[in-house]
C-alpha cells in the first residue's frame, strides 16, 4: 500500500494520524506585557487539532528573544501554565502540537527589549528590514555582538524553554533555526563575522545550533525534537556564501540526534520556490536519515505527490490553515479552500482567528 498525506504516522515519540502539519504561522494575539497566550487561543487551535500535528506560532525563549509585539513566550511559568490550557483543548480534541522556540535575534527593536536596549546578535550587523512594534511596521535596530558568556546564557535559556514546554504538555518542541532569526544568523555569512569558536568557517558557525540541539535533546529527548531550517531563504535580510555547502555539513550531522523530524522551508519563506544553480533540497534530504517535513508553498496536488512518491514524509501547511480550520478534512475530500483576510495576520483580535468557517459551518 502506498502512503498518502492520510496515512498515520509516527514522528519520534508523537503519533501523527495524518502526515499534515500545520506550520508554524505568527499571529500577535498574545498578552503584550506577559507573553501569555488566552482563551482565543485555545479555541484557535482547538479548531485546528485535525492537523497531524500542530506546530505553534514561534514563541520566544526570553525576553530578549522578542522581536515583535504580542508574540507568547515559553520562558515563564505563567507563560506555560496559559499554554497548557492550549494543549489540553488540542489533546482533548485528538491533535498532538509541539511549541516553536524561537530566539529572533536582530530581528527588533530597542522598544521591544528589556531596558530598551539594542537586539543581540553573533555580530553588530543591521538586518535591513522591518518589524512590528507599538508604532507600527519600523526599522529593525542594530543589534549588539553577543558575548562568549551570553552565548551559554541563550543556549540555557533554550533547555530551560524546552523543560517549560514538557510543564505546558506540548507534545515537543521544535527549534526554529530558519527564517534569518538568532540561529539562522550564526549559521550564514552575511550575519555572522565573528572570529572566535562560534564564527568563521561552517564548523564554527553550525556550533550555536549544535549547541542548542544538545541542550534541547537533552533536556527532553530527541524524540519529541523537531528543526526548521531554511538553507536558500533570504527572509529578514539573512545571505550565505555558499548554502548548500554548509547546509550539506549541517544536515548529516543532524542524524545523531534522533530528530521527530526536519522540517524544511524550500526556496524562498512564503514566496517563490526556485532555487538558483547549484542549489538543491533534494540532495539535502537524501543526507537526512530521519523524517522529512516539506514546506512552501504546497497545495494538494503536490503535497499528495510529494508522499506517494517518498519525496517527502509530512507536508507543512502554512497560510491555508489560517483560513480552514479544517483542512485536513477539506484535502481529504478534496473540497474548496477559503482564503484568508491578510489584514487580520498580524493582530487583532476573533475576526480573522477563530472566525472561518469548517465546511460543515458553511453547510449549516
Ligand atoms: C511573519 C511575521 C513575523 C514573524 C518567521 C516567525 O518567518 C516568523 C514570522 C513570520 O519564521
Sequence with gaps: MSETLFTPIKAGAIQMANRIAMAPL???????????????????YRQRAGAGLIITEATQISPVGKGYIQTPGIHTEAQAAAWRTVTDAVHEAGGKIVVQLWHVGRISHTSLQPGGAAP?????????????????????????ALEADEIAATIADYRE?????????????????ANGYLIDQFLKTGANTRTDDWGGPIENRAKFLFDVLDAVTDEIGGSRTGLRLSPFSPANGI?????????EYVVPKLNAYGLAYLHMVEGATGGPRALAEGESITALRAL????????????????????????ADLVAFGRPFIANPDLVDRLQRG??????????????????????????????
Excluded: W
Excluded at 505568527?26 to 484557535?44: I, W
Excluded at 543581540?120 to 549588539?144: C, D, L, N
Excluded at 522529512?292 to 508522499?307: E, P
Excluded at 474548496?336 to 482567528?353: I, R, V
Design 120 to 144: 543581540v546578535a553573533p555580530s553588530a550587523i543591521a538586518a535591513g528590514g522591518k518589524t512590528f512594534t507599538k508604532a507600527g511596521f519600523e526599522e529593525t535596530s542594530v543589534p549588539r
Design 161 to 177: 524553554a524546552a523543560r517549560l514546554a514538557m510543564v505546558a504538555g506540548f507534545d515537543g518542541v521544535e527549534v526554529h533555526a
Design 335 to 364: 473540497a474548496p479552500l477559503n482564503t484568508g483576510d491578510q489584514a487580520s495576520y498580524y493582530g487583532g483580535g476573533a475576526s480573522g482567528f477563530t472566525d472561518y468557517p469548517t465546511l460543515e459551518d458553511e453547510a449549516a
Design 26 to 44: 505568527t499571529r500577535n494575539r498574545a498578552d503584550d506585557d506577559t507573553g501569555c497566550v488566552n482563551t482565543l487561543h485555545v479555541e484557535y
Design 288 to 311: 537526512f536519515d530521519g523524517l522529512y517535513m516539506a514546506n512552501n508553498g504546497y497545495d494538494r496536488q503536490m503535497a499528495q505527490d510529494a508522499v506517494t512518491s517518498g519525496a
Design 239 to 247: 545571505s550565505d556564501e555558499d548554502p548548500q555547502a554548509d547546509f
